[in-house]
């Protein structure tokens, strides 16, 4: 049986594996018919047996008791990669959890593929870790591990922009000098790449590549600068206590509003403190709401109300959230505009390491004749924007937002590891 290769898209927000068999690149279906999975898992309390993608988030949201995680990609590099974290009372290590998602991916590959799949390109950020090289290299060697871990044998990385440059070039006629703005879950990363159909062949690509830049900003910051603006003011936050007037303490407002750290909130700790001080609060309608949110744990819909508002002011000048978990009938109105007064500090950095990018390259905006835009969050309309101001010039691609990254890591792979016969999808 001819060996076959895949590569893998492991994203903050949502995940995809793609494979190249008989000289034919296609993505599988990870969930019924759908080629893109949320990058989410579901123990159950019951039997702590996980549950993945879009079951794990209706699992949670219809309230079944048991541990809820998402933003997984955000440990790699970090301490908590070694702390670890306690499901359902028992202590699990990050590397058993990711390992347990990314296994389902490959399972269903190798299902779809009627064999074993042993070697595989995965993913990456250009940065994991702002300005830590060893941080990073630690990220990149978890993943590693990981992935023998689950059955990998020869395994390679690509960074991510670089993939979705490759996807794009399947269908290009002619060369193109393109940037890729990949912007995911939980970073934004840039490339300047030179593009041609006669190039998707060549093995090394090294001197097509201009430049790459990266930054730890994506949509997950969006949806944390968005809670902060618009709905923790209505938990209390920047609200103060006491004869004295002081401010309420932040920090757990802050946690809230982050996939990766609500879940350590739920203490007794913290609890009681926040209890403590609902005593003395100026604002005890509002502040008694954190306390109900820390008591019913119910901060992962918190988060999941901020991004369904951001993705609803994708489309609409107004969204009237529903946070009728914390209090029956509650909606809180949020405009546009204040969602893009909320995301404007994380934009510029965005925009910044694109021009970063640029300049490392060599070239000017006006050079640039293709922008392929990746990742949810190039659908925010700031941010198409400012891209649209920064290469006026340039025709703009974003087809294949959530896929094209795992598309060209599947390519890569071919080249890599040198299966079949190219191919058009």
């Known amino acids: 049986m001819t060996p076959i290769s895949c590569g893998i898209d492991f994203g ?62 955000r440990v790699l590099g970090t301490s908590l990669m070694t702390q670890g974290t306690i499901v359902n009372g028992t202590v699990m290590n990050f590397t058993t959890i990711i390992a347990s998602f990314l296994k389902t991916l490959k399972a269903k590959a190798e299902a779809d593929a009627g064999q074993e799949i042993e070697q595989v390109v995965m993913g990456r950020p250009v940065h994991f870790v702002d300005q830590s090289p060893e941080a990073d290299a630690r990220a990149q060697a978890e993943l590693k591990v990981i992935a023998q871990r689950i059955g990998f044998k020869d395994i390679d990385f690509q960074f991510e922009p670089i993939a979705a440059a490759f996807a794009h070039e399947a269908r290009l006629t002619g060369e193109k000098l393109a940037i890729v703005a990949d912007l995911g879950g ?52 920047r609200s103060t206590y006491g004869d004295k007037c002081l401010e309420v303490p932040l920090k757990p407002f802050h946690d809230l509003a982050e996939w990766s750290k609500v879940n350590f909130l739920y203490t007794p700790k913290l609890i009681m403190q926040t209890r403590q001080l609902l005593h003395q609060s100026h604002d005890k309608n509002r502040y008694g709401r954190l306390l109900n949110v820390l008591e019913n744990e119910t901060g992962h819909a918190l988060l999941g109300a901020a991004e369904e508002a951001k993705m609803a002011l994708t489309a609409q000048e107004m969204y009237q959230t529903p946070i009728d978990f914390v209090e029956e009938g509650f909606l809180i ?72 990254v795992g598309l060209g890591l599947a390519y890569d792979s071919r080249n890599k590891f040198g299966h079949g016969v190219y191919k058009t999808a």
């Open 12 to 73: 903050t927000s949502n995940s995809s594996i793609a494979i190249d068999q008989a000289g034919q690149i296609t993505l599988v279906p990870v969930e019924q018919s759908h080629v893109t999975i949320p990058s989410a898992i579901f123990y159950r309390r019951i039997d702590n047996k996980p549950c993945y993608g879009r079951t794990a988030i209706h699992a949670f949201f219809d309230r079944q008791d048991g541990r809820f995680m998402r933003s997984l990609k």
């Open 186 to 237: 939980g970073t934004s990363d840039f490339t300047v790449i030179r593009l041609s159909n006669r190039s998707i062949h060549k093995p090394d690509r090294s001197s097509d590549i201009l430049a790459n830049t990266g930054v730890r900003v994506g949509g997950n910051d969006f949806d944390k600068h968005l809670s902060l603006t618009a709905i923790m003011p209505e938990l209390g936050y």
């Open 333 to 404: 109105p949020i405009h546009r505009a204040q969602f893009e007064t909320a995301i404007q500090g994380e934009v510029r950095k965005i925009t910044t390491s694109a021009t970063e990018c640029l300049q490392n390259a060599g070239v000017r905006n006006d050079d640039i004749e293709l922008v392929i835009l990746t990742g949810g969050s190039t659908e925010v309309p700031l941010v198409q924007a400012e891209f649209r101001r920064l290469f006026p010039k340039a025709a703009i691609a974003d087809e294949n937002k959530l896929s094209s």
